[in-house]
Nanobody, 115 residues
Framework: QVQLVESGGGLVQPGGSLRLSCAAS????????LNWFRQPPGKEREWVAT???????YYADAVKGRFTISSDNTKTWVFLQMESLEVGDTAVYYC?????????WGQGTQVTVSS
């Protein structure tokens, strides 16, 4: 099993930046992909970004050019650097790991973009 704990959320003004972190523990050696998802208030959870074991990255159109996903070489940490934040980025942000065919989720961290 893999345990994931997100941190770094908070309140930020439009145009500001935040860096989310996700600490992974447990069976990290089997992790093949790490993802960030988000769930805006009153909406369904949506995919944000993915990083694979060879460091290939993918982004949702809504965040492309503003968000950057990264990970350390040991897959212990995954980060989401968020720039030029917009009110529409307000959501609970979750990290997810795929390991040995299973998906594991963190508990989420709240990001609120408001003036």
């Amino acid at each position: 099993q893999v345990q994931l704990v997100e941190s770094g959320g908070g309140l930020v003004q439009p145009g500001g930046s935040l860096r989310l972190s996700c600490a992974a523990s447990g069976a990290i050696h089997d992790i093949t992909t790490l993802n960030w998802f988000r769930q805006p208030p009153g909406k369904e959870r949506e995919w944000v970004a993915t990083i694979t074991t060879d460091a290939t990255t993918y982004y949702a159109d809504a965040v492309k050019g503003r968000f950057t996903i990264s990970s350390d070489n040991t897959k212990t940490w995954v980060f989401l650097q968020m720039e030029s934040l917009e009110v529409g980025d307000t959501a609970v942000y979750y990290c997810r790991a795929r390991s040995a065919g299973y998906y594991y989720w963190g508990q989420g961290t709240q990001v609120t973009v408001s003036s």
